[in-house]
């Protein structure tokens, strides 16, 4: 007996006698039945939009249909490889590749702040910098990270912290749902914490904008692990359902370290990302591009800096008395609310006749968040009345910032 040429299904020779051409055809239809079975597993569809999806060589399974407005993704820890995922939420974490740097790049006084939206311990003895990460084996061509790290030298086994506190109104999208935080991380080669862990976690609050490093009201920690760091980089994910009375969300790293810091006492994160899912996706930003990234993080603070030594701050001011002036300043974004603090260095006044009066205090009287009133008083031998701007006083490191931060 003869047989098809691709699936070997048996079919009567041409000598054969008709007499036999019932079982011919039963045998041909019997093979072709099996095979059949065998392609689709004997699978039933039986809703709309359910699809037949390959679980290994020669089988299949039913893949029902998924919810309205979800999408479908490759996913290799399913049996199908495939799985139905609600719509991408945007990365709600601001210079989650650590690109804007408003304030400096690096700091190892006690402020607060590091890179822009980015929040540090209030302990001495440590430098929070911007880094090179120098990897694209390892990393999605991430260009920068940040750097904490112990002084060498430094006897201190306080704590070493860095986070981000999100606003209310993009915490509560979350509320109720399961969320993926992931990050890139390597560690120095002195790095002291034991057994090389850095500890994250992903808390909630029940409160209105409140910064986590101060507290959060009602608050939960539902991630809450460590990672085994090495100097390679790696990346980490966690996953966790969040409470569906959340109206706070941030993420903190920690190291706690011990005995005495050597040379090379840090931990490097970038690439942090948090999302709807229980799969984390490939590294996004909340903007896609540096200005967008950037405007983003002006809503929370924004710094103005001279260029030249002389180079204006603020193109608008107006000598109030001989010892004062007043400016006003539009910010290039509108801020999170009124600022509520300034900071400065080395400004002077200096009006229409190119005199220069240097100004040593700045005050913020009632303001907006889209225009900003300053106020001095410690000029010496200005004419009332004169027009003129806010500029460096004879220094390329003048500047003049904006906090609406949390």
Known sequence: MA????????????????KNGALAIRTLGDAIDTTMGTMVAKTIIDAK?????????DTAQRLAVGNNGETLVADSSTSSGLRWQAPVNANPLLNSAFQVWQRGTSFTATSVYTADRWYRDG????????QVTNDTTNLPFIQYCLRAQRDSGNASTSVVQIGQSLE???????????????????????YSAASGALAYSVRTGTGTDQNLFSGYTGQAIP?????????????????????????ELGVLFEFTPVGTAGANDYFEVTGVQLEVGSVATPFKTYAGTIQGELAACQRYYY??????????????????????????????????????????????????ADT???????????????????????????????AGRLTGNNSTAAYLGFSAEL
């Open 3 to 18: 047989t098809s040429p691709i699936y070997s299904w048996p079919e009567p020779d041409n000598t054969d006698l008709v």
């Open 49 to 57: 939009g359910d699809l037949i999806a390959g679980t290994a060589a």
């Open 123 to 130: 302990n001495s003895g440590r430098t929070f910098s911007r």
């Open 168 to 190: 209310s109104v993009n915490s509560i999208p979350y509320a109720g749902k399961t969320v993926t935080f992931s990050f890139y991380a390597r560690a120095g080669a002195n």
């Open 223 to 247: 991630i809450n692990t460590s990672a085994t760091l090495t100097t390679t980089w790696q990346r980490f994910t966690a996953s966790a359902t969040l409470s569906a009375s959340a109206t």
């Open 303 to 352: 710094r103005a800096v001279a260029d030249t030594a002389y180079g204006s701050v603020a193109p608008y001011a107006v000598a109030a008395s001989s010892s004062g002036f007043i400016s006003m300043i539009q910010p290039p974004v509108t801020m999170r609310v009124s600022p509520t603090s300034i900071d400065f260095s080395t400004l002077a006044f200096v009006n229409y």
């Open 356 to 386: 220069l009066y240097a100004a040593s205090s700045l005050t913020l009287p009632a303001n907006n968040n889209k225009q900003v009133i300053l106020v001095s008083g410690s000029m010496t031998g200005a004419t009332a009345g004169h």
